[in-house]
């Protein structure tokens, strides 16, 4: 029903595939291809991963503890290398960390002895070294404005709560203004209505700054919210057949109208069927039993 | 706050009761025995022979342990004079200390430029890590003074070994923190530099070295109070200045209440050293 490529089972062909390569070259933004991550030689943790961002396209994977997501958002952040297959960005393969990539840590990741200021300030510099303290201050609370946390923008990390430092991380991320953002499941350690507000911030910004996105969640309706494609990712398992690595089962497109809102969310037309077919997947599908 | 400033004053006024209780001991222990001994029932060949043997029983008994007023009028002339310089054998306390504290600086200065850029290193590279580890478990553990010989055949001069011997025993507390402070900083902070591609440099001072900070600084508090306490048997060994040599000297002139007077002012320095060194680490910590 939402499904573009409805099986994994369905790159599997070896002819089919480079005719399909050639073709994701000249449409996607983003290309990971055939992206596999292996700690034991013979039981890759997920393998034969392929899949395509287009500019300004929000896309949400989803998936169990263990089935690789981080790994999958570290090797596009380029922390992290895959054992095969590689991942191109603007034409360019990614083979190291970018400031083309900006990337939201899920343990926020500011460093406690400076101040939100000089957080961002940091990361500012980083991106453009050569401009003076004014333009720097400037960009700096613009950006801090954008989230909201002028009034705490001389504040370490330590007096801030959970949201707010999570904030700082985001606005960290946007300030150095990326031809991508890579969001590491950033609202999992937050309350439930901290965790709302920030997801429409990050929704009004995004689509302000037609920024695309790729992030990590747990939560079904956070996907559902912010995602115009869901990837769903299933658990590497020992079948009676053998061992079947990790990877993307699904990729179901959102049918929701872009123009959503947390409150409206579970009121519009196929919400439900939506949610259904992704919490089923979840409990059936996803992980071996 | 008030609680607790309460605290403090209480804490302090107890402080006050426990010195006055330790000088009140002290006064009681060493009242009695300056009128202990005399002359009483004796011949005046039971004296004759006793003078002959060293032991006057006539004369006011010094050589016992001192009292609270001798102590005191020590410790005044040394505190009313502090900067005399008469010769050799002689000089004010303040020059004795500040000699010490001159072989302690220059010696945990260069401790300080050695260890901590080489603990940079090592902590940030795991091959090296491994590589020095034996040098540093084996070298750690040997007393500073053992060195002594060696640096006087060697650097021939008994000052700078003095500094060396500084040097060594201050080289190793620092050099494994700040290895150990820069291993363990957090991967997140790391990878944020990396996605900033942030230069080496500007990530060794900007990231690593506040992140490290404390646990450099704790290190180099523990380095200065080994310092001290080193410096004081070095230049017993070396002689010439400094405390050390002050309260050998002192001790070869049976003058005990320059010794005891040492021995505090020894005391009241590694504290001072200890709180700058405290303030430091204050202003270097930081709360995650």
Not at chain 2, 44 to 54: D, F, R
Not at chain 2, 143 to 161: C, E, F, G, Q, R
Request: charged share 15%; aromatic share 8%.
């Amino acid at each position: 029903m939402w499904s573009d490529v409805t099986q994994r089972a369905a790159a599997a062909p070896k002819t089919s595939d480079v005719p399909q390569r050639k073709a994701t070259t000249v449409t996607g933004f983003l290309q990971i291809d055939k992206l596999s991550k292996a700690y034991v030689p013979a039981k890759p943790v997920f393998a034969d991963v392929s899949f395509t961002l287009d500019k300004g396209e929000f896309v949400c994977i989803i998936g169990h503890s263990g089935c690789g997501k981080t790994t999958i958002l570290n090797v596009l952040a380029g922390l992290d290398t895959a054992t095969s297959g590689n991942v191109i960005m603007d034409g360019r393969e990614v083979a190291g960390p970018s400031l083309d990539r900006g990337v939201v840590f899920q343990s926020h990741a500011l460093m406690p002895w400076l101040t939100v200021r000089q957080n961002i300030a940091f990361a500012v510099k980083s991106r453009w070294p050569e401009w003076k303290a004014v333009p720097v201050d400037a960009h700096v609370e613009k950006f801090v404005a954008l989230v909201g946390l002028s009034p705490a923008i001389d504040k370490k990390p330590s007096q801030l709560s959970g949201g707010m430092k999570q904030r700082v991380g985001i606005a960290r991320a946007f300030s150095i203004q990326p031809k991508m953002l890579l969001l590491d499941e950033p609202f999992g350690a937050l309350d439930a209505l901290t965790r709302g507000t920030i997801q429409d911030e990050l929704m009004a910004i995004v689509r302000q700054t037609q920024q695309t996105v790729f992030m990590i969640t747990h939560d079904v309706d956070e996907a559902i919210l912010l995602a115009d494609r869901i990837l769903l990712m299933s658990n590497g398992n020992e079948t009676p057949e053998g061992y079947r690595p990790g990877g993307i089962a699904e990729v179901v497109v959102n049918p929701l109208p872009r123009e959503r809102t947390r409150t409206s969310l579970h009121h519009l037309d196929g919400y439900y069927p939506l949610r259904n077919h992704i919490v089923d997947f979840l409990v059936t599908r996803a992980k071996a039993h | 706050m008030s609680a607790s400033k309460n605290l403090n004053v209480r804490a302090g006024l107890l402080s006050v009761l426990i010195f006055l209780a330790l000088l009140g001991i002290w006064y009681i222990a060493t009242a009695s025995s300056g009128t202990a001994n005399s002359t009483a029932g004796m011949t005046a060949e039971q004296i004759e022979y006793a003078k002959m043997m060293g032991k006057d029983p006539g004369a006011p008994k010094s050589g016992g342990f001192p009292t609270l007023g001798a102590m005191g009028s020590t410790v005044w002339s040394h505190l009313s004079n502090p900067f005399y310089d008469n010769g050799p054998n002689d000089k004010g306390i303040a020059i004795q200390l500040a000699h010490s504290l001159g072989r302690v600086a220059l010696g945990f200065g260069l401790a300080c430029l050695v260890a901590i850029p080489l603990g940079f290193i090592i902590g940030m590279s795991p091959l090296l890590r491994r590589a020095f580890d034996p040098f540093i478990q084996v070298l750690k553990p040997i007393s500073p003074l053992a060195w002594m010989p060696l640096a006087l055949y060697t650097i021939k001069d008994s000052s700078i070994s003095g500094i060396f011997v500084i040097f060594i025993c201050s080289v190793w507390p620092m050099l494994v923190n700040t290895a150990f402070g820069v291993a363990s900083v957090k991967r997140e902070w790391l990878n944020v530099s990396a996605t900033l591609q942030v230069n080496p440099l500007r990530k060794a001072f900007l990231v690593i070295l506040p992140a490290a900070a404390p646990t450099i600084l704790t290190g180099m508090r523990i380095s200065m109070g080994i310092a001290w306490l080193v410096i004081v048997a070095a230049e017993m060994l070396v002689g010439g200045t400094g405390i050390g040599y002050f309260v050998w000297n002192e001790w070869n002139n049976l003058s005990l209440t320059n010794v005891i007077f040492a021995i505090l002012v020894i005391g009241v320095v590694g504290m001072l050293l200890d709180l700058a060194f405290g303030q430091l680490q204050k202003v270097v910590t930081y709360v995650e």
